[in-house]
């Protein structure tokens, strides 16, 4: 007896049914689906035995997920993704790129200079050619419409997240939304989301492990009735889950230190982005003032 007795029949729909019952699964259940969502293209092309490995569980695990999900076996819900990369185009062998990368970078001998810095670069270019792969259209239009829509963006992330949370509050008062920056100083964290309204967005920034104030700030959010804007590196990270919107990030991580050159690229493009339909919409108006 399987908890789904359809399966679904595209992608998307195995996606959307994963997210709806992410928190009622069982852990190991949970470490599966979050492989599917973070790693479809291996999930869609390697070996029931090479995702086994890849996601730390065994086999008989997977073809349990799957069986969940109204399927009869693994293979018929790695069909689906398969299908999606070939219909789609999608690029393939990132996780590849990422690894054969890595393995060429820990075993070379500790460089410096152009040698290091091309490694940085290198590193950085397969997370920036990654991005437009989890980052639809779609999901950047419903972003900028939710800073369009708020009276007040309130933007938070602390620690490695701090920079990308700091160019987002400068950049989108510079493009002239009100913005309020939760800084955390002085331990006024709380208070400052505290402030938050029905009508204001909250912008998270989280990676894992995830930061203790920035789950905090989201789940305060969510229970004020403010939407909420994440961007996290899994659709099922803790910030990711209570969201309106949420934009999926994976950076690089060269020789032990993990970057945010794609996450401050998606975070210049939401703020353009904004600029754009706001200069857009200000200049309609202008034209029906004449």
Same mark, same amino acid.
């Given at each position: 007896?399987t908890?789904?007795q359809?399966?679904?029949?595209?992608?998307?729909?195995? #996606?959307? %049914?994963?997210?709806?019952r992410? $928190? @009622?699964? &069982?852990?190991r259940l949970?470490?599966?689906?979050?492989?599917? /969502?973070?790693e479809?293209?291996?999930?869609?092309?390697?070996t029931?035995?090479?995702?086994?490995?890849?996601?730390?569980?065994?086999?008989?695990?997977?073809? #349990?997920? %799957?069986?969940?999900?109204g399927? $009869? @076996?693994? &293979?018929?819900?790695?069909?689906l993704f398969?299908?999606?990369? /070939?219909?789609?185009?999608?690029?393939?062998?990132?996780?590849?790129?990422?690894?054969n990368?890595?393995?060429?970078v820990d075993?070379?001998?500790a460089?410096?200079?152009?040698?290091l810095?091309s490694e940085?670069?290198e590193g950085?270019?397969i997370a920036?050619?990654?991005?437009?792969?989890?980052?639809?259209?779609?999901d950047?239009?419903?972003?900028?419409?939710?800073?369009?829509?708020?009276?007040?963006?309130?933007v938070?992330g602390?620690?490695?997240?701090?920079?990308?949370?700091?160019?987002?509050?400068?950049?989108?008062?510079q493009?002239?939304?009100?913005t309020?920056?939760?800084?955390?100083?002085a331990?006024l964290?709380?208070?400052?989301?505290?402030?938050?309204?029905p009508e204001?967005?909250?912008i998270?920034?989280?990676?894992?492990p995830?930061?203790?104030?920035?789950v905090?700030?989201?789940?305060a959010a969510?229970?004020?009735?403010?939407?909420v804007?994440?961007?996290?590196d899994?659709?099922?990270?803790?910030?990711?889950?209570?969201?309106?919107?949420?934009?999926?990030?994976?950076?690089s991580?060269?020789?032990a230190?993990?970057?945010?050159?794609a996450?401050?690229?998606?975070?210049?493009?939401?703020?353009?982005?904004?600029?754009?339909?706001?200069?857009?919409?200000?200049?309609?108006?202008?034209?029906?003032?004449r």
């Amino acid at each position: 007896m399987t908890d789904a007795q359809i399966p679904p029949t595209t992608a998307e729909e195995l #996606r959307a %049914a994963i997210l709806a019952r992410y $928190d @009622g699964l &069982s852990k190991r259940l949970q470490q599966i689906a979050r492989y599917v /969502l973070d790693e479809p293209n291996e999930l869609a092309l390697e070996t029931l035995a090479v995702i086994a490995e890849r996601s730390g569980v065994q086999p008989s695990a997977i073809v #349990r997920f %799957a069986k969940s999900f109204g399927f $009869d @076996g693994a &293979s018929q819900m790695q069909r689906l993704f398969r299908d999606g990369l /070939l219909s789609g185009h999608a690029a393939l062998g990132y996780s590849e790129r990422v690894r054969n990368f890595s393995r060429a970078v820990d075993n070379s001998a500790a460089s410096g200079g152009a040698e290091l810095l091309s490694e940085f670069v290198e590193g950085n270019t397969i997370a920036l050619q990654n991005l437009p792969q989890t980052v639809s259209d779609a999901d950047l239009t419903a972003a900028v419409r939710l800073v369009e829509a708020c009276d007040t963006v309130f933007v938070v992330g602390v620690r490695r997240a701090f920079p990308i949370a700091a160019y987002l509050a400068y950049s989108l008062q510079q493009a002239g939304k009100r913005t309020t920056f939760v800084d955390g100083v002085a331990g006024l964290a709380r208070q400052q989301v505290g402030m938050i309204r029905p009508e204001d967005l909250l912008i998270a920034v989280s990676y894992q492990p995830y930061a203790e104030e920035t789950v905090h700030a989201v789940e305060a959010a969510a229970t004020r009735g403010a939407p909420v804007l994440s961007i996290s590196d899994s659709l099922v990270s803790p910030i990711a889950k209570p969201a309106t919107v949420t934009l999926q990030v994976r950076e690089s991580e060269i020789r032990a230190f993990r970057s945010l050159s794609a996450s401050m690229c998606l975070a210049q493009a939401l703020v353009i982005g904004f600029a754009f339909e706001a200069s857009r919409k200000e200049d309609a108006k202008n034209r029906r003032k004449r």
